[in-house]
């Protein structure tokens, strides 16, 4: 999440990429403003690796597991929507309205979630949950691309990054023994009260450093009402197709049909230009953001699952598995911070994208009970590393090809890219998980594994997502990574 550098709201915008404040993202212009923002990725990490621990056993108790992969897949439909609207929201008037916005429907989903007497009643809440997350992401982006000189972007890409080793370590340990002693509702309910520390710490910075308009001298433009009903337009038409191949019966032709008429003329209209055909430039980091991020999510929500049912796992131990991956993230985020990376971007991108692959298509070995249950943490460091440099990265050349007053809606095309490949890839794992017999799973193993499951439906999940991660080594060829200025006006 990144962007230019700290201007007082009379500044112009030529001025965001001076380096000020000595060039560190801890001196004392930037200090309070880069703990607070990284104490709400914090949290947001905090949630993301606890409820992912404490998911299998609330589908099991609320008679959802047909409907795990909606569990995830409601959280980025809502968020497609959300990210358009705190795209032009930030740009209209700055970023801090939709931050606070999104902190608090992120809260009030969680606690809706958490209150849930029913699989869709769970799954509503983890709608409102998305719709905070997608105000929240691109906020982030646009704080930082005017408080932050592009030098400096890097530096506090691998901060959020780092943000998420102690969440990923004491999250899963935590969740789980919770879920274990207390019930899997406490997780849910128990985080909405870490959201007052980090509003508390950034909102004060970022009035003072990244408020108001980006050219605080120009009319304030209208909202784009076209891009929002092509925003609602996406959300609709992949919770539709979602719902659809969750349903597989010959009447959800009909769900999947609209879905689809929604969502791809929508979807042509806020991606930009030569998205889908790989274009160089801005096209091909905003797919490959897609690709990869679709890819390795859709693959990561099934790993806890399968470990409790198909090997016997304890909540605790299923996401203490994925542990690693938190500061194996962190390294390759940290990576490609570093100065001497820079002319070497292209080929890390590649080299990411080929590990996220291999992580992927190993995890499923510990489907063979020979296999020990603890390979697929050291095939998923792996696949965090590779992330880790893949996610930081294209983030960091997004910004670089947007100018300050597009920050916000290119910003929110990235995210789109993130959270629509999410939808569609967790849709389809989720069809072919349930189409081979992946719902009978929530009542085969409660402590022991193995009796009654399907290793075939967890298989299909994960074997076509290392595919579509492996075509994205290949879009990470085509960045066509120059120099800033001829980056920019190709875009």
């Given at each position: 999440m990144s962007v230019l550098e700290p201007r007082d709201t009379?500044?112009?915008?030529?001025?965001?990429?001076?380096?000020?404040?000595?060039?560190?993202?801890?001196?004392?212009?930037?200090?309070?403003?880069?703990?607070?923002?990284?104490?709400?990725?914090?949290?947001?990490?905090?949630?993301?690796?606890?409820?992912?621990?404490?998911?299998?056993?609330?589908?099991?108790?609320?008679?959802?597991?047909?409907?795990?992969?909606?569990?995830?897949?409601?959280?980025?439909?809502?968020s497609l929507f959300a990210m358009v609207l705190s795209g032009q929201w930030s740009d209209r008037s700055g970023p801090l309205a939709p931050l606070t916005a999104g902190m608090s429907a992120f809260a009030a989903g969680l606690l809706l979630s958490g209150?849930?007497?029913?699989?869709?009643?769970?799954?509503?809440?983890?709608?409102?949950?998305?719709?905070?997350?997608?105000?929240?992401?691109?906020?982030?982006?646009?704080?930082?691309?005017?408080?932050?000189?592009?030098?400096?972007?890097?530096?506090?890409?691998?901060?959020?990054?780092?943000?998420?080793?102690?969440?990923?370590?004491?999250?899963?340990?935590?969740?789980?023994?919770?879920?274990?002693?207390?019930?899997?509702?406490?997780?849910?309910?128990?985080?909405?009260?870490l959201v007052v520390f980090p509003l508390a710490l950034a909102l004060p910075a970022i009035r003072r450093t990244a408020s108001g308009p980006a050219d605080p001298h120009a009319p304030l433009p209208p909202y784009d009402r076209r891009r929002i009903r092509l925003a609602l337009a996406v959300s609709l038409g992949a919770a539709l197709l979602q719902y659809a191949g969750q349903e597989l019966r010959w009447l959800s032709l009909v769900p999947a049909v609209?879905?689809?008429?929604?969502?791809?003329?929508?979807?042509?209209?806020?991606?930009?230009?030569?998205?889908?055909?790989?274009?160089?430039?801005?096209?091909?980091?905003?797919?490959?953001?897609?690709?990869?991020?679709?890819a390795f999510i859709a693959a990561e929500s099934f790993v806890p699952l399968m470990l409790v049912t198909e090997r016997g796992l304890s909540p605790t131990l299923a996401g203490l598995s994925l542990a690693v991956g938190g500061l194996t993230w962190a390294l390759g985020s940290y990576v490609q911070s570093r100065p001497w990376t820079e002319p070497y971007r292209e080929r890390l991108m590649v080299g990411g994208m080929v590990l996220v692959a291999l992580s992927i298509a190993a995890a499923p070995s510990v489907l063979i009970q020979a296999v020990p249950a603890w390979a697929v943490a050291v095939a998923w460091a792996f696949g965090c590393f590779g992330m880790g440099i893949v996610i930081a990265l294209t983030?960091?050349?997004?910004?670089?090809?947007?100018?300050?007053?597009?920050?916000?809606?290119?910003?929110?095309?990235?995210?789109?890219?993130?959270?629509?490949?999410?939808?569609?890839?967790?849709?389809?794992?989720?069809?072919?998980?349930?189409?081979?017999?992946?719902g009978a799973v929530g009542h085969a193993a409660t402590g022991g594994g193995g009796g009654g499951s399907h290793p075939v439906a967890f298989a299909a999940v994960f074997l076509p997502m290392a595919a579509v991660a492996a075509v994205g080594a290949w879009v990470a060829t085509r960045l066509g990574v120059r120099d800033g200025a001829a980056d920019r006006a190709s875009a």
């Open positions: 009379a500044a112009p915008p030529a001025a965001a990429d001076t380096p000020t404040g000595g060039g560190g993202v801890l001196d004392r212009e930037h200090r309070a403003l880069s703990v607070g923002i990284v104490s709400v990725v914090l949290l947001i990490a905090f949630e993301a690796t606890a409820v992912g621990t404490a998911m299998p056993v609330a589908a099991r108790e609320l008679d959802g597991v047909p409907l795990y992969a909606f569990a995830f897949s409601a959280y980025f439909t809502t209150t849930a007497g029913s699989m869709w009643l769970f799954i509503l809440g983890r709608a409102v949950q998305g719709l905070g997350g997608g105000l929240v992401i691109v906020a982030l982006y646009v704080v930082i691309s005017r408080a932050y000189a592009e030098h400096l972007r890097p530096a506090i890409m691998a901060a959020f990054a780092a943000g998420w080793v102690v969440p990923s370590v004491v999250g899963p340990l935590a969740a789980g023994t919770i879920t274990e002693h207390l019930g899997w509702r406490w997780v849910f309910v128990g985080i909405p009260a609209v879905g689809a008429a929604l969502l791809v003329p929508a979807v042509r209209g806020l991606l930009p230009r030569g998205t889908y055909r790989a274009a160089r430039g801005l096209p091909s980091v905003v797919l490959l953001r897609g690709i990869a991020a679709g983030s960091v050349l997004l910004l670089k090809l947007s100018a300050p007053e597009e920050a916000g809606a290119n910003s929110a095309a990235l995210q789109i890219s993130d959270g629509l490949s999410n939808v569609l890839l967790l849709a389809a794992g989720g069809a072919a998980f349930a189409a081979l017999g992946g």
